[in-house]
Structure formats: C-alpha cells, structure tokens
C-alpha cells in the first residue's frame, strides 16, 4: 500500500508539472507580449500573488473546523499541514478537467495517513461540498450587490440583464435545496446511484457499492452529523469559505488600480471599485464553473474575464490583462503546490 500510495504521489506530481508545461503553451499572447504584461504590472505582482496566501489560509481554516469536527479527542492535524495540502489539493484542481479529479484524491490518499481513510474521505468531500456551497452563496449576494448599485446609476439595468439575474437566483436556489438535503442526508450513496446510470460506468458503480457498502454508509452518517450535531463548525466553515472569496475581489482591484480605475479615489471609490471587482470575479467563476469540464478551464476563464470586465463597461484590453495575469498566478501557485507535494515531514 505505501508503494502504491509513492506512485500516485508521483502520478499527481507529473500531472502537475505537465499542467505548467501545457499552460505556458497555450497562452493566447506570444511570449514577448506574455513578459511586456508582467513587466506592466511590475510590484503590482507582489500583492496579486501575495494575497493568495492570505486566501489559503483561510481555505486551510475552513478546512481544519471540518477536521476536527471529525476527528477524535487524541487525534490532531496540524494547521500547517492542512495549508500544505490545500495548496497542493488546488494546484492539482487548476491541472485537471473537471476540478476536483486530482486535488480530492490526493487529498484523501495524505490525510488518511493522520486521521483514517474514512475519516479523511468525509472531510474531504465536506469541504469540497462546502467549497461549492460557499460559491452559490457568493453568486446569490452578487446579484443583490449588482442591483444595489444599478439602483444608484452605477450599473446598467434592463430586461435582458433582469432576466440574467433572475435565472441565476433560481439556480442558486435550486443548489440551496439539493445541498440541505446533501447535509441533511448524507451525499456518497446517492451520487454512486447517480453515475450507475452513466453508460460505461454502470458495473463499476454497481460493483463499487457492493463492495463498500458499509463503508459508503458510514461516510454519509459522517457527512449528516457536521450539520447535525456541530453546527458552529458548519457555519464556522462556511463563513470563511464566502471570506475567501470576498478576499479573491482584491487579487482584481489590485489591477483596476493598476490601470487607474479607482472610481474617483478615496474611501467611498475604492469602496465601489472593490464591488466592481467581486463582480467581476463573481461572473467569471460562475462561467468558469459552469463550463470546468475543460482542462485548466482554458480559454473560459479569459473570455469570463473579458466579459465580465466589458459588462462593467470596462475595455475588453483590460480584461485580457487581468485574464493573463490571473493564468501567471495560477502557474505560480500550481509550481508552489507541486512542490510541496514532495515535502513528506508533516509538521
């Protein structure tokens, strides 16, 4: 087992390292425009990628109040080993379709080591759930932030955008209800009787739920208690993940500055040029999402960037810029994460 868990650890490693390779390879800039662009944003970079460390942390945060919800009297994770992996578990979701294929195993596969397989498999999938929730509760207040300030003159407001917004309330809605009865219930079984139904997956899911039964069962009773019996934690992590979020807004409002769009300056502009900002990135992970079939998300995340920012009545220059820097932070961190998947001490 530990050799089989060697070479996963090395699988995810090389997967990594070729998500760099292709990334650097699919910019739509040539390497010449790709350099003029970090040398615009100059020190500008420090605080881009610099936030991302106050942002994990809090992702680590939320994701140790699920853990020790799990975990028995004398079992212990340190914090700097739940930052590690996810950063790690991230950068592994940055490198695959369909976010969640590389970075969740790996980090069922490490914390398994400290807390148990069933244990690390219902934390993890806790906080995947409650990644996700976070995100509808973050498109749900955009909503009211846009028309908050379509109500002052700030942004425009007619039928078609009425009609946008709308349906994305009853989106967010309808993920509202299923993820109740998700906490509520538990997740696992239902989501194995789901891809029975997926052709090609039909034996394997059957055969799966036969095999581990019990084990599904279990994972799902540990799922229904954090919400049922540790309710503070629930809250606790769902209220930094959304913080997470709101922090994402200034990785954005760094680059409006950049370019010297701060709304008139002083408090109340660059209060109006952070709204902007949580919208934009409100829009383009909401498209981002909804489209994360594609490996890296590529050419999504740019063209959410791009229209987000034109929808703001923003140039379209600029949101390629903020789309381009955005990809040289992903890359960044992605490097971080995979080397940090070779740090084995655990603190």
């Not at 420090?46 to 028995?72: D, F, H, M, T």
């Not at 996700?132 to 078609?160: E, M, Q, V």
């Not at 954090?226 to 959304?242: G, H, M, P, Q």
């Amino acid at each position: 087992m530990k050799w089989t868990k060697q070479r996963l650890n090395n699988l995810f490693f090389i997967l990594g390292v070729v998500a760099v390779v292709v990334m650097l390879l699919t910019f739509d800039v040539s390497f010449v425009e790709l350099w003029e662009h970090i040398c615009h944003a100059g020190y500008w970079l420090i605080p881009i990628i610099g936030v991302w460390i106050i942002i994990y942390g809090i992702n680590a945060l939320a994701w140790q109040a699920i853990i020790r919800s799990k975990c028995e009297a004398d079992e212990h994770v340190s914090f700097w080993r739940i930052y590690r992996l996810t950063i790690t578990g991230y950068a592994l979701n940055y490198a695959t379709p369909v976010g969640g294929l590389g970075g969740e195993p790996y980090r069922i596969m490490e914390l398994s080591k400290d807390i148990g397989n069933q244990r690390a498999t219902s934390s993890v999938i806790l906080y995947a759930m409650m990644h996700f929730f976070a995100h509808f509760w973050y498109w749900f207040s955009s909503i009211f932030i846009y028309l908050a300030l379509a109500a002052i003159g700030d942004l425009p407001i007619n039928t078609a955008i009425g009609t946008l917004l709308g349906i994305v309330i009853v989106f967010c809605l309808i993920a509202f209800y299923i993820f109740s009865k998700g906490y509520r219930n538990g997740l696992v079984v239902n989501v194995m009787r789901w891809l029975s139904h997926i052709p090609g997956l039909k034996g394997w899911s059957t055969r799966f739920q036969q095999n581990h039964a019990e084990a599904l069962h279990n994972i799902d009773e540990q799922i229904a208690a954090l919400f049922a019996t540790d309710k503070r934690a629930f809250y606790k992590s769902l209220l930094l993940e959304y913080l997470s979020r709101v922090v994402q807004s200034s990785e954005v409002m760094f680059m409006l500055l950049l370019f010297g769009i701060d709304c008139g300056g002083g408090f109340s502009g660059l209060l109006l040029t952070f709204l902007h900002s949580f919208l934009i990135v409100s829009f383009t992970t909401l498209f981002a999402n909804l489209i994360g079939f594609l490996p890296m998300q590529l050419g999504v995340q740019e063209g959410g960037f791009v229209l987000s920012i034109a929808a703001l009545g923003l140039s379209a220059a600029l949101g390629i810029f903020v789309s381009i820097i955005c990809r040289v932070r992903e890359i960044f961190w992605i490097l971080v994460g995979i080397l940090l998947m070779k740090i084995d001490k655990q603190q």
